[in-house]
């Protein structure tokens, strides 16, 4: 993925931490940057997914609330009419 600006970080390491990332960084062919860079964007993808999932659970509780009758004139509008399916068919 390209960069389009980025930004520098200082990081403080304890020396044996360091001498594992470096290590791991040599086994991958890849610089200590790009191995750091990778896991953070690993970390933060996997931290959305689970935002996300806790705002989709959230939402399912207060679908449960909510009148039935008015979430199904929602639902209708996002799916196709019956009759544009048998048509298609």
Known sequence: MPVLSARQVTLRL??????????MA??????????MQERLESLAAESL???MGAAYAALGKRQRELPT?????????????????????
């Open 14 to 23: 304890p020396d044996s931490l360091y001498s594992q990332v470096k290590r």
């Open 69 to 89: 009758r008015a979430m199904m004139g929602v639902q209708r509008e996002a799916l196709p009419s019956e009759a544009s399916v048998l048509s298609n068919a």
């Open 49 to 51: 997914a689970l935002e």
């Open 26 to 35: 040599r086994q991958r062919r890849v610089s200590v940057n790009r191995l």
